[in-house]
């Protein structure tokens, strides 16, 4: 199975930048990082993805690094509704619609 | 546009009775996916269909079964219930079958079964 290793909490302030970290030390070439979060009482939602760069949308942004053996998922503004449990996953090429979830990180935040 | 629908919202059976969970896709996307949730625990993958086709399937029992229909919606299947097989049943739909290309899958609410 494809692995990656995230902390299991994190806590951040409202309105401040959170820097959630991700290590897939055995990541391959192809492989491209995945976010997912899943709120309270839903079904998990996609965040962002990349290969190499560094990538940026309306939610987030992916900070990868150099060697692509660990990434961090930037969130500027915590927000009370960014309260989740957020998953890193590795998504291989020939991905077959799998997605291997770990236990993530559940991120609190304080108001 | 809606998005990934489940029916039912709850479900309550006893030990060796069977169920059927339903999913309807979001409008266009011709991939579904079935995953289990544990409480505390990520999703397990179960089953991925593409064109009505088993594309991928995760490790479970036989007991698990599940089919995908012409209009890309889908039913699982769980015989023969345990009490670990209660969980929150998670159904994610894509427009193709690969996720290094399609990119995203989009889940729905889930169904939770609870075993008795």
């Known amino acids: 199975d494809a692995k990656t290793t995230q902390p299991n909490s994190m806590e951040s302030n409202e309105e401040e930048p959170v820097h959630l970290p991700c290590n897939h030390s055995t990541i391959s070439g192809t492989d491209y990082i995945h976010w997912y979060r899943q709120l309270p009482s839903q079904g998990p939602e996609y965040v962002i993805h990349g290969l190499t760069s560094n990538v940026n949308n309306r939610m987030a942004s992916l900070a990868i690094a150099e060697d692509r053996k660990s990434s961090t998922l930037i969130l500027h503004r915590a927000t009370l509704r960014d309260a989740a449990v957020y998953y890193c996953?590795?998504?291989?090429?020939?991905?077959?619609?799998?997605?291997?979830f770990g236990q993530g990180t559940t991120l609190q935040v304080k108001p | 546009d809606a998005g990934v629908t489940q029916s039912p919202t709850h479900l309550i059976k006893t030990r060796g009775q069977q169920v059927t969970l339903r999913c309807s896709p979001i409008?266009?996307?011709?991939?579904v996916s079935w995953y289990q949730q544990v409480l505390g625990q990520g999703p397990q993958f179960i089953f991925q269909y593409y064109e009505k086709e088993e594309r991928g399937r995760g490790n479970f029992p036989d007991r698990f079964s599940a089919r995908q229909f012409p209009n890309y919606s889908s039913e699982l299947n769980v015989n023969a219930l345990l009490l670990g097989d209660s969980a929150l049943y998670l159904c994610a739909s894509s427009l193709g079958p690969g996720l290094d290309t399609y990119n995203e899958q989009f889940f729905g609410p889930g169904t939770r079964l609870t075993v008795l």
């Open positions: 996953i590795r998504v291989g090429s020939g991905n077959t619609g799998k997605l291997i």
């Open positions: 409008s266009g996307h011709k991939s």
